[in-house]
C-alpha cells in the first residue's frame, strides 16, 4: 500500500474526482471499512442499468440500510448524474449517511445541469502518483518514461508499462470520450487529439490546430476544454498583472501524465535520453504537474501560470500565492544550468522586483547566480509549497 497525500474527510460528504486508474476506488476502499460502507461500483453494467433506469432503488435501498452503515461510495457518479437528486433528499434526511461520490470527469455533471448539492458535499481532486507518494521507490527516469499512474508506474517490468499505457490511451481518451458522447464529431477529436499531444507544453495555436484538424476555431477551444473538464490535461495561463489579459491571451495546455503523453504520441517505445530536448521537455511537464499537485493536496490556493514578453523572454512556471508572494521558476534538465539560460528570470524580474527567482534543476547542490538561486528540483518543490523563502 502507498500511503497517499490526500486524506478524506470521514465525517462529510464529498466528491472525489480524478482521471481513471489513479488510484480513486483503492484509496475509497481503504480509507473507509467495508463492514459500515454500501458500494455502489457504476462501471459493472449491471449496477449502471439497474440505477440507470430506476434512480429512486438508491434511495430506497440507502434509507433501509442497516444503522451502523456510516459511509455510502458510488463510484462514477457521473455515469447516471441522476442519482445526485437521490443523495441530495437523503442528505435532508435524519441522520443520513455520508456519501463518497468518486467520478473521473465533472463535465457530464455539468452538462445535464446535474445537481451539485451546493456546498453539502466538498470536493477532493486526486491525481498519479507523485515523488513524496513513492518516497525512496521514486525514480526520476522512471516518472518521465512512463508517468506515475499507480497502475503503470507499479507494473513489475517496463514492457508490462507500455501495454497498460497504450490501452489506457486507447481505450479511455478516445472511447470514454465517444461512449459519454462528450464530442459530436469523434473523428475530428481524435486529429485534435494527435496534435494536442504534438502542442503539450507549448503556447497554444487555436488557428494553426483548426485548420490542420479541418474545424474551427471555436471547436478547438471547446475540444481543450473536454480534456480539461474530463481531467485528462490542464490549462496554463499567461502572466499578466491584470487579470482580464490572462484570459484574452494564449495559454498553455498540459496532459495529466508524463506518460499518458508519451503513449499518445507513440514514443514509448524510445526512451528518454538525457541531454535531449525532449527529456527537458518532459522534465518541464513533470515539474509544473508535480507542483500543481503538491499545492492542491496542500489546498494551498495558489495561481500557476507562466511569462512570456513580447520580447520573447520566458519562464516556465510562475506561483502567486495568497499572501502576494510571487515565485518564479525556471526548469531545467541539467546539472550546471549557466547564466545566458536564465535570462527569462532576469526578465521577470523587472516586472516584479519582489519576485523570488529559482532554477530547478539536476544539480546536486544550490548556488546562486546573482539574484537567481539554482537548486535541485526537490528543494524548489519543498520551498514553494512550504511557502517558504530560501535562507
Excluded at 475509497?28 to 429512486?56: C, M, Q, V, W
Excluded at 507499479?154 to 470514454?176: G, I, M, Q, W
Excluded at 507513440?266 to 503538491?294: N, P, Q, V
Aim: proline share 4%.
Amino acid at each position: 500500500m502507498i500511503n497517499r497525500l490526500l486524506k478524506l474527510p470521514l465525517n462529510h460528504s464529498f466528491f472525489l474526482f480524478g482521471a481513471r486508474q489513479t488510484g480513486k476506488s483503492t484509496l475509497l476502499k481503504s480509507s473507509f471499512g467495508s463492514d459500515k460502507t454500501i458500494t455502489y461500483d457504476l462501471l459493472k453494467s449491471e449496477e449502471h442499468l439497474r440505477l440507470s433506469a430506476n434512480p429512486a432503488l438508491f434511495r430506497e435501498e440507502v434509507l433501509s440500510r442497516n444503522d451502523k452503515i456510516a459511509h455510502v461510495i458510488v463510484d462514477e457518479i457521473q455515469r447516471v448524474p441522476a442519482l445526485l437528486d437521490e443523495v441530495h433528499f437523503i442528505l435532508e434526511h435524519n441522520k443520513p449517511p455520508h456519501f463518497c461520490l468518486s467520478g473521473s470527469s465533472a463535465r457530464k455533471l455539468k452538462r445535464v445541469h446535474s445537481n451539485l448539492l451546493a456546498g453539502r458535499a466538498w470536493t477532493y481532486h486526486l491525481y498519479p502518483l507523485t515523488h513524496l507518494e513513492l518516497g525512496e521507490s521514486f525514480s526520476l527516469d522512471k516518472a518521465l518514461n512512463f508517468g506515475t499512474l499507480p497502475s503503470v508506474y507499479l507494473c513489475p517490468n517496463e514492457e508490462d508499462a507500455r501495454r497498460t499505457l497504450r490501452s489506457y490511451v486507447e481505450t479511455y481518451l478516445k472511447e470514454e470520450i465517444e461512449q459519454e458522447a462528450l464530442v459530436r464529431n469523434l473523428g475530428g477529436f481524435l486529429r485534435f487529439l494527435m496534435l494536442a499531444g504534438d502542442e503539450n507544453g507549448n503556447i497554444i495555436n487555436y488557428s494553426n490546430i483548426a485548420r490542420e484538424t479541418g474545424t474551427s476555431y471555436n471547436t478547438v477551444k471547446e475540444y481543450f476544454q473536454v480534456l480539461e473538464d474530463t481531467l485528462i490535461g490542464f490549462i496554463l495561463l499567461p502572466y499578466s498583472k491584470a487579470v482580464r489579459k490572462r484570459l484574452i491571451k494564449h495559454p498553455k495546455f498540459y496532459f495529466f501524465d508524463t506518460g499518458v503523453h508519451r503513449s499518445l504520441t507513440k514514443k514509448m517505445s524510445i526512451g528518454l535520453e538525457k541531454k535531449t530536448s525532449e527529456y527537458g521537455r518532459t522534465f518541464e511537464h513533470f515539474f509544473i504537474a508535480e507542483m500543481i499537485r503538491l499545492a492542491a493536496y496542500k489546498e494551498l490556493d495558489y495561481t500557476f501560470s507562466f511569462y512570456h514578453s513580447s520580447a520573447h523572454a520566458e519562464v516556465d512556471l510562475i506561483v502567486e500565492t495568497p499572501k502576494g508572494k510571487t515565485y518564479a521558476i525556471e526548469i531545467k534538465a541539467t546539472e550546471n544550468p549557466d547564466a545566458s539560460s536564465l535570462t527569462g528570470l532576469k526578465s521577470f524580474s523587472q516586472i516584479c522586483p519582489k519576485a523570488e527567482l529559482y532554477c530547478a534543476s539536476l544539480t546536486q547542490r544550490r548556488r546562486n547566480i546573482g539574484t537567481i538561486s539554482i537548486l535541485p528540483w526537490r528543494e524548489v518543490l519543498n520551498i514553494v509549497t512550504q511557502g517558504q523563502t530560501l535562507d
